[in-house]
C-alpha cells in the first residue's frame, strides 16, 4: 500500500503544476472550498507565477495521460470545478507525441506471441493517431483487408493505476471534511472515473462494446459502426476496418464534398437519443476526432473505450425531464426529480418547479447559437446546491456527451435547436414506452417473472438474511485510512505529515528551480 507521504508529494507536485497554469486560483477563491484544502493550495502554489487566465486544460494536459482523462471526466462537473474551468477543460485535447516505432512493434509481438508477418503483410510506422492511453497504425493484414491497428502504451496500465490510488486517497480526504465536499460525492467520482478508464486499458472491452453498439443500431440509417477483427484482437491490441472518410470537425471538406451539413447535425442528434434513450447504451466519447462522414453520408463513429449505460427506469426519467423542459411542463420536471429522489423529500415540489422555470423559459425556442444545452447544464448545477441534490454518477457520462454532441452540431449547422430536434423523437418514445399499453404489457411481463422466480427469491431471501438478521451490504467504496484518525500515536503521525508537507513542498520547488521535475 502506498504511504500517505507519498501521496502527498504527488499531490504537491501535481499542485505547482496546476499553479504554474493558474489554476488554483479558483478553488483557493471559492468559499465553499474547505479551509483546509485552502492551506494545501496556498503551499502548493507558494513561489510561481500565476498567468492572469487560468488555463485549466493546459495544466491537465502537463500532468500526463491520467490527468488527462481526469480533466476531461471533470469537464462535466461545473458543480465541483466551476463554470470557467468546466468549459476550459471541453477544450482538452487527448494527444501525446508518439511513441517510437520499434517499441510499439515489440508491444504487438508480445501481446500476439508470435511474429508479426504472420498477423500483418504491412503496418505504416508513422501513427495516424497518438493520444494518453494509445495510437493507432493503418495496416494490412496477411489476407487484404485494410485496418487500423490500435496499440496500447506500454506500461499505461501500470501507470494509471498508480495516479488513481492517489486520486482515491485525495478524494477520501476531501469528502471527509464534511460539508459541500461530502455532497458533491468526490470519492464516486473517483469510482467512475476508475470503472471508465478500466474500461479503456482491456481492448477487448472496447472491441467488445463497438460490437454491442453496431448490433444496437443496424436499423438507424446513416450510422455504423467498423467491424472489430477478432481475430488480431487482444487486451493490448485492437483491430478495425478502416474507415475512409471525412472528420466530420472538417466543415469545409464536408461542405466542399457536397453534403449537407443541417442533415448531418440533425442525425448526429437523434443517433445519441437512440443510442441513450432507447437503448441505454451509448458513445460516450463523440467528439470531433471520432467521428467521420462517408462520400455517401453515412457518419461513422469509432474509438469505444468510454461507453455509457443507463437503466430503463432512468431512461424513462430522463425522457420525461427532456419532454418536459422542451414544453415547459416544469411541474412534471420537478415530480420526477423527487420521484427519481435526486431532491431530498423535505423539499418543496412546488419549489423546485419554479427554480427549472427560471433555467428553462429563457432557453425555449431559441437555437444553440443563442442558448444551449451546456448553458442549461451549468443552470441546472447551480440550482442543486440550493436543494442539496448529491451528484447522481449514472448521468455524469450523458451529460457530457450531450454537450460534445451539441457542440458537433452546432459547427455542422449555426441555426439548429436541439429542442426541435429532439421533441418528437422523445415525445414517440414516451409515448411507446409510458403509454396505457405499454404499461399494461410492461405490468404483466413484471408480474409473470416474479411469480415464475418466487422460489428462487425465497431461496436468495434466506441466504441474505440468515436467522441472525440484518441487511445485506452495500458494494463498498475502497478503504482509504486517513491521515487524521488512528491511535493514540495519531498526534505524531500528523507532526509527521505536516513535516512531510513541508519538506515535500520545498523539495518540489526545489527540483522546479534546478530542472528535475520540469
Do not use: C
Amino acid at each position: 500500500m502506498t504511504r500517505p507521504t507519498v501521496h502527498i508529494l504527488r499531490l504537491l507536485k501535481w499542485g505547482r503544476t496546476l499553479a504554474r497554469h493558474g489554476a488554483l486560483r479558483g478553488i483557493e477563491g471559492d468559499p465553499n472550498t474547505p479551509p483546509p484544502v485552502k492551506r494545501l493550495v496556498r503551499i502548493a502554489r507558494f513561489g510561481t507565477l500565476q498567468p492572469r487566465v487560468p488555463d485549466y486544460a493546459a495544466a491537465f494536459q502537463a500532468i500526463g495521460p491520467a490527468a488527462i482523462k481526469l480533466g476531461q471526466t471533470l469537464a462535466t462537473r461545473p458543480d465541483i470545478v466551476g463554470e470557467e474551468a468546466a468549459h476550459n477543460l471541453l477544450t482538452l485535447q487527448d494527444s501525446l507525441p508518439p511513441l517510437p516505432f520499434d517499441q510499439v512493434e515489440a508491444e504487438m509481438a508480445r501481446s500476439f506471441g508470435v511474429p508479426l508477418t504472420s498477423v500483418f503483410a504491412e503496418i505504416d510506422p508513422v501513427p495516424v493517431g497518438s493520444a494518453s492511453i494509445a495510437q493507432v497504425h493503418r495496416g494490412v493484414t496477411v489476407d487484404g483487408h485494410t485496418v487500423a491497428i490500435k496499440v496500447l502504451r506500454p506500461g499505461i496500465r501500470e501507470k494509471f493505476a498508480r495516479d488513481i490510488e492517489t486520486y482515491e486517497w485525495a478524494a477520501a480526504h476531501l469528502e471527509a471534511l464534511g460539508g459541500e465536499a461530502r455532497r458533491l460525492r468526490p470519492r464516486m467520482t473517483i469510482a467512475n472515473f476508475k470503472r471508465w478508464t478500466h474500461r479503456e486499458l482491456d481492448l477487448r472491452r472496447e472491441a467488445a462494446s463497438s460490437s454491442e453498439l453496431a448490433e444496437a443500431m443496424k436499423g438507424f440509417e446513416g450510422y455504423t459502426v467498423p467491424a472489430v477483427d477478432w481475430d488480431r484482437t487482444n487486451g493490448r491490441v485492437m483491430t478495425i476496418e478502416w474507415v475512409d472518410g471525412i472528420k466530420i470537425g472538417d466543415v469545409e471538406a464536408l461542405r466542399a464534398a457536397g453534403h449537407d451539413l443541417p442533415q448531418l447535425a440533425s442525425r448526429l442528434v437523434l443517433a445519441f437519443l437512440t443510442q441513450a434513450i432507447s437503448g441505454g447504451f451509448f458513445h460516450a466519447d463523440m467528439h470531433q476526432g471520432n467521428l467521420f462522414v462517408r462520400p455517401d453520408g453515412t457518419i461513422v463513429a469509432i474509438d469505444f473505450g468510454i461507453m455509457g449505460r443507463i437503466d430503463r427506469r432512468a431512461r424513462q426519467w430522463l425522457a420525461e425531464i427532456l419532454y418536459g423542459l422542451t414544453t415547459g411542463n416544469y411541474r412534471r420536471v420537478a415530480e420526477i426529480h423527487f420521484e427519481a429522489q435526486y431532491v431530498p423529500s423535505y423539499h418543496s415540489v412546488e419549489e423546485f418547479a419554479t427554480a427549472l422555470r427560471a433555467v428553462g423559459e429563457p432557453m425555449r425556442g431559441k437555437p444553440v447559437s443563442e442558448l444551449s444545452v451546456g448553458m442549461m447544464l451549468d443552470s441546472l448545477f447551480a440550482i442543486t446546491r440550493d436543494f442539496d441534490m448529491q451528484t447522481q454518477p449514472h448521468l455524469l457520462l450523458l451529460q457530457k456527451t450531450m454537450v460534445m454532441v451539441e457542440g458537433i452540431a452546432t459547427q455542422l449547422d449555426p441555426k439548429i435547436n436541439m429542442w426541435d430536434v429532439s421533441a418528437p423523437y422523445v415525445r414517440s418514445w414516451i409515448r411507446d414506452e409510458l403509454g396505457p399499453e405499454a404499461a399494461l404489457a410492461d405490468r404483466i411481463r413484471e408480474d409473470v417473472g416474479t411469480l415464475l422466480r418466487l422460489p428462487q427469491i425465497v431461496r436468495r431471501i434466506e441466504e441474505r438474511f440468515p436467522a441472525r438478521g440484518g441487511a445485506p451490504d452495500q458494494p463498498p467504496l475502497p478503504d482509504i485510512d486517513l491521515v487524521w484518525e488512528g491511535s493514540v500515536e495519531s498526534g505524531s503521525r500528523w507532526l509527521g505529515y505536516a513535516v512531510a508537507v513541508l519538506v515535500g513542498g520545498g523539495l518540489v520547488l526545489a527540483g522546479q528551480m534546478m530542472g528535475w521535475l520540469g
